[in-house]
């Protein structure tokens, strides 16, 4: 591969030389070769203890947490004063495993508590994703997913104790659109196809983009086209018609918000709470057409930090709580029950 | 003479000793080094649900992904081939102002991070991107069109083929070329019977890898093509998908890339070895 070697096919270079230097190697020579050998083992020491330290660094500093596993948690708990437990920081920390349509609230509840010398930290996603990865052993004290398929698989895989899932709160689902109004006069116009009510979901050349079915939005929407292909005034034709014009299922729902808002895609079926992130219009969908999103929240079985997880969830479903999530436009926990 | 001998002889364990000592502690550092690169594509392999492989493979969502990546992938390479050999010709014969930096702007894909290229495309072929009015115009649409996969694609994989057959061209002597116009052989001639042929391993096994590159492609597409089986969705994207789903579809299809790719390197390999040994390096 090396480019300019190919004029010189020259075998004989480097061959047969090395036997001569050492037969004639004396005392010198010796001591040379003597000193090149240990240069090259302590090298090789070094690019080996170097290795060793960098596995040994990772091995103990990543997978130090507090109480590793649930055995010596209860043995620490019982042990130690509580006091002891957090002697390097003040702080508790919660690790909050959230579906990303609680991205704001959250992080509103997040500040709160912060104040109070509990520090949240989030990992925003899929709640299918999410759960695969709560599944797979990510470590986390609170998983709040956006249904209870989710919250399903995640008891099922044994990380969360069935029973202590609570309802946190509800949402619905909208239709979000660029709409005609909202361009800023970069032309767009031709194929960008305005939607102003339900029956122009499915308008040919429409596109639309929905969350994959595995996402609780993406499932909530499906079961929306249901309800709406179950009305005379949409037709049993609806549904299909509507899929037809599906360009993408993304991965969560903020991704479904990230494509309309680009202008991707001319229309999208977010949660409420999505679409009031956004500048981008609204289209309401009727409460007897869209089903009620239920979020679940609970703490993991084996949670690093079980008292922290405790009091994000109090936290969370207080009179205090609910009102911030309310404020960013979900429905109250009560609604869901 | 004496003190000579003795002094090999003292420094013959000495040698030795330290000898194993070097040795070893490369083993270590080999071992450790080599057992992590591999762990990885291991525990994979192990966990392939075996009995079940034919139900996995027959899957559509399984099925229509290879599809699309088998097809997206070899348009993508036809592409990189077409339009990347001239310019990996340009690039190895001549020389202009700019063109290290060309070189330099060129290889950019190569770096930057595969996020990064999603929105750099949407951002310029999109329907708000630079040329979104212009395509708009000319009735070309590409976000979320199996199209958009292919542009995506080209773009990371595109540097890989350059790099290669640039190399190539360059390992190619200009004498040969003037020999040939000597005997009268016309430009095209001479590209085709002369720098072509000689030139053929490296722009293969640029090529074998620049494909590879190509199927694996993951962060572009999802951004620019967005996730549509059968459409956008290819076998990385559907195994991003498949992964909050269903585990064992992952793997299965994980495991098919993982082949693949191993198929791939070692066609690479093999190709550039024997260039290497025409070339007698």
């Known amino acids: ?337 | 003479m004496q003190t000579e001998a003795g002094a090999y002889t003292q420094a013959g364990p000495g040698t030795s000793w330290s000898r194993i000592a070097g040795a070893l502690a490369l083993a270590i550092a080999v071992a450790l080094f080599a057992g992590f690169l591999i762990l990885p594509v291991v525990a994979l392999l192990l966990r392939v649900p075996v009995s079940a492989l034919g139900e996995y493979v027959t899957r559509p969502v399984v099925l229509d992904a290879l599809k699309l990546s088998l097809f997206t992938s070899l348009c993508s390479l036809g592409l990189m081939l077409a339009l990347g050999t001239p310019v990996a010709f340009v690039l190895a014969r001549h020389r202009f102002a700019g063109k290290p930096l060309l070189e330099t702007l060129i290889e950019m894909p190569v770096v930057l991070p595969p996020a990064v290229a999603g929105v750099a495309l949407l951002l310029a072929f999109g329907r708000r991107g630079l040329l979104g009015p212009l395509l708009d115009t000319a009735g070309v649409e590409l976000a979320f069109t199996t199209a958009a996969v292919v542009l995506a694609q080209t773009f990371v994989a595109s540097p890989f083929y350059l790099r290669s057959a640039q190399a190539a061209f360059q390992s190619v002597p200009v004498e040969l070329e003037q020999v040939a116009a000597t005997e009268g052989a016309g430009r095209w001639a001479r590209f085709w019977n002369v720098i072509l042929p000689l030139s053929l391993p490296g722009i293969t096994g640029g090529a074998v890898i620049a494909w590879a590159r190509a199927l694996a492609e993951f962060g572009a597409t999802i951004l620019f093509a967005g996730n549509f089986q059968g459409r956008t969705q290819t076998m990385p994207l559907a195994i991003y998908t498949q992964m909050e789903s269903d585990l064992n579809a992952a793997i299965v299809m994980s495991a098919i890339l993982v082949c693949s790719s191993f198929a791939l390197l070692v066609t690479f390999r093999w190709l550039s070895r024997g260039q290497l040994e025409i070339t007698g390096t």
């Open chain 1, 1 to 337: 591969m090396r480019p300019g070697c190919r004029h010189h096919p020259d075998p004989r270079e480097g061959r047969s030389r090395q036997p001569e230097e050492r037969a004639i190697s004396t005392g010198t020579a010796a001591h040379v070769k003597l000193t090149a050998g240990a240069v090259q083992a302590m090298l090789a020491g070094i690019v080996a203890g170097a290795l060793a330290l960098a596995v040994l660094a990772i091995l103990t500093g990543c997978a130090q947490r507090p109480p590793a596993s649930a055995t010596q948690a209860t043995s620490t708990r019982g042990a130690a004063t509580p006091a002891t437990q957090t002697p390097s920081s003040p702080q508790h920390t919660v690790v909050v495993f959230a579906a990303s349509s609680l991205k704001e609230a959250f992080e509103a509840l997040g500040s709160n508590l912060e104040k109070q010398g509990v520090k949240v930290e989030y990992n925003l996603g899929g709640s299918q994703a999410l759960a695969a990865q709560l599944a797979q052993g990510a470590r986390a004290d609170v998983f709040a997913s956006a249904d209870l398929r989710t919250m399903q698989s995640a008891i099922d895989a044994g990380v969360i104790v069935s029973g202590t899932q609570r309802v946190l709160a509800t949402n619905r689902l909208v239709v979000v659109t660029q709409g005609a109004g909202t361009g800023t006069g970069t032309g767009t116009g031709r194929t960008a196809v305005a939607i102003t009510d339900l029956h122009d979901l499915m308008r040919p050349g429409l596109r639309l983009v929905l969350a994959d079915r595995t996402v609780p939005v993406g499932n909530y929407s499906l079961q929306m086209l249901d309800r709406l292909a179950a009305d005379p005034a949409y037709g049993p034709g609806f549904k299909e018609r509507v899929l037809a014009n599906v360009v993408s299922y993304e991965n969560n729902v903020r991704q479904v918000l990230a494509k309309v808002q680009l202008g991707e895609a001319d229309a999208g079926i977010v949660y409420a709470t999505d679409a009031s992130t956004t500048t981008l219009r609204t289209i309401p969908v009727p409460d007897r057409y869209s089903p009620l999103a239920r979020y679940y929240i609970a703490p993991l079985k084996d949670a690093p930090h079980p008292q922290a997880a405790t009091v994000f969830i109090t936290y969370a479903l207080s009179d205090e709580g609910q009102q911030i999530l309310q404020n960013h436009g979900f429905g109250r926990a009560q609604e869901g029950k």
